[in-house]
C-alpha cells in the first residue's frame, strides 16, 4: 500500500479490512484498495448476464434491491445505498463477488419483479430491498428459491427462515440505554413516546428491559399533535415525584418541541435523568448534542467514528453527506465480499451468516440474532450542549466483559 495514502483512508481501513472477523474462523484477509471495478465485468460462472447495473468481476453473484427510481425519499433513500455500495466495491476490489443493483421503484410490485430477475440470473444472496413493504413481498420469492436475504429493515416481524434484517432495531436503542440508566442506579422509569408505530414498538422493548433489570414502571404517556405533547408532558410533570429516569425516544423536531414544554412543568436532565434513542445522534442533525435545554441526557448509538470517517469518503465520491443509514449498505457489501472471500463457495449458510461472535462493520459490532434481527453493541453518549461525549464506549464484541 502506497505510503501517499491520507490519513482519513488509513483510518477507515482500519475499521473495515477485516470487516466480517469471525471469532471462530479467524480473520477474514480481504485485498488492500484499488481501483475501481471494470465498467463490464465478466460475467460470472458462465451465468446469463445480469440486467441490472453491475459492479466487480467476480465469480459469485451478489443481488442488491434498492428504490433507485422510487420518488420523493425513497429516490434519494436508493441513490445514497447504491452509491454507498460501489463505494465498497471500490474499496475493495478483487474479492471475488460481483455485485447487481436492482431497482425496485420503491414498490411492493417493483421489488417483486427485481427479486424475480435476480433469482433467475443466479444471486446467491440478496441484499435488500430498503422497506418493509418490500421485504414483504420479496421474502417468499428468497425462501422458495432457497436464497438468503438480508434486508435493510427494522420490523422485527419480518425475520427468519433465511431473512435477515441489518438495520438500527429500536428495541437495541432502549435495551441498552435502559440497562445503562440501570446500572446508575435509577429504578423507577416513565417514557414520553410518540404515538405511532415506532412509538408501540419502544414501549414494548421499554416495559421489557425495565423490568429485566428489577425497575418498575412508573408512567407511559404517548402523544399526537403540538397541543397533545403539551397536555402529555403536563401530565409527566405531575407525575415528576414517581420516577428517577424518563425515556424521550424521537427525530430532534419533536424531541426539541418537547424539551421546553418539560421544563415548564418541573422535568429537566439536572432533575431526571433522560434517556434518548438513536435518532438523537444523527450526525447530519446536531441540534439535539448542541441543546442546552437537553444538556446532561443520554443516548445510545453507534460508534460515531466510523460513520464520521465513512461520510467524509463519501463525501468526496459523491459531493454530499450520506444519510445516517447509508453504512447499512456499504457494510452488507463488505460482509458478502468477506464472506465469499472466507468460505468459497458455500459462504451465505445458516451457520455462517448466523455466526453468534458477530462482525464488525462501520458502526461497530453487530450480529444476526436466532430470530434474523440485527443485534448490535453501542456506545452511550452525553449531550453536552455543545456536542456529545462517550459516557461509556461500546463493547468490541459479544464476549462477555468487552
Not at 479490512?17 to 469471525?22: E, Q, S, Y
Not at 426539541?256 to 429537566?268: C, F, H, R
Not at 438523537?280 to 442533525?285: C, E, T
Not at 453501542?378 to 462517550?390: K, P, Q
Amino acid at each position: 500500500m502506497s505510503r501517499a495514502i491520507p490519513a482519513m483512508l488509513r483510518k477507515v481501513q482500519a475499521l473495515v479490512v477485516l470487516f466480517a472477523t469471525l471469532a471462530v474462523a479467524g480473520c477474514i484477509s480481504l485485498p488492500g484498495r484499488g481501483n475501481a471495478p471494470p465498467a463490464s465485468p465478466p460475467v460470472p460462472g458462465g451465468a446469463a448476464a445480469a440486467s441490472g447495473q453491475v459492479f466487480g468481476g467476480g465469480e459469485v453473484r451478489v443481488a442488491m434491491l434498492l428504490p433507485t427510481s422510487g420518488s420523493g425519499n425513497a429516490g434519494t433513500t436508493g441513490q445514497a445505498f447504491r452509491n454507498a455500495a460501489e463505494l465498497a466495491m471500490r474499496d475493495f476490489p478483487n474479492t471475488g463477488i460481483e455485485l447487481v443493483i436492482y431497482d425496485t421503484s420503491g414498490t411492493p410490485t417493483g421489488a417483486q419483479a427485481a427479486a424475480g430477475r435476480a433469482l433467475g440470473e443466479g444471486a446467491e444472496i440478496i441484499l435488500g430491498p430498503v422497506f418493509a413493504t418490500e421485504v414483504a413481498a420479496v421474502a417468499p420469492q428468497a425462501r422458495q428459491a432457497g436464497v438468503p436475504m438480508v434486508a435493510f429493515s427494522s420490523d422485527s416481524s419480518l425475520a427468519g427462515s433465511g431473512v435477515y434484517l441489518l438495520s438500527f432495531p429500536p428495541a437495541d436503542d432502549v435495551n441498552r440505554i435502559v440497562t445503562y440508566a440501570a446500572q446508575k442506579g435509577r429504578r423507577s422509569f416513565a417514557a414520553l413516546l410518540p404515538a405511532n408505530a415506532y412509538g408501540a414498538v419502544v414501549e414494548a422493548a421499554f416495559r421489557e428491559a425495565v423490568a429485566r433489570t428489577g425497575g418498575r414502571v412508573a408512567l407511559i404517556e404517548s402523544y399526537g399533535d403540538t397541543a397533545d405533547m403539551q397536555a402529555k408532558a403536563a401530565a409527566v410533570g405531575a407525575a415528576g415525584s414517581t420516577f428517577d429516569a424518563l425515556l424521550v425516544p424521537d427525530v430532534p423536531d419533536r424531541v426539541l418541541a418537547l424539551a421546553p414544554m418539560l421544563a415548564s412543568a418541573g422535568v429537566t436532565p439536572a432533575s431526571k435523568m433522560f434517556l434518548g434513542s438513536g435518532q438523537w445522534g444523527d450526525p447530519n442533525d446536531p441540534r439535539v448534542p448542541n441543546s442546552a435545554a437537553l444538556a446532561g441526557a443520554v443516548f445510545p448509538a453507534p460508534v460515531m467514528q466510523g460513520y464520521e470517517a465513512f461520510a467524509q469518503r463519501y463525501r468526496t465520491a459523491y459531493g454530499s453527506a450520506p444519510p445516517r443509514n447509508t453504512t447499512l449498505a456499504y457494510d452488507a457489501t463488505v460482509l458478502a465480499a468477506g464472506l465469499v472471500r472466507q468460505f468459497g463457495d458455500d459462504p451465505f449458510t445458516t451457520a455462517i451468516i448466523g455466526n453468534p461472535n458477530g462482525f464488525s462493520g462501520i458502526d461497530g459490532v453487530f450480529r444476526f440474532g436466532p430470530s434474523g434481527t440485527t443485534e448490535r453493541r453501542l456506545a452511550v453518549y452525553e449531550v453536552t450542549g455543545s456536542g456529545t461525549r462517550v459516557a461509556e464506549p461500546a463493547a468490541r464484541s459479544f464476549a462477555s466483559g468487552s
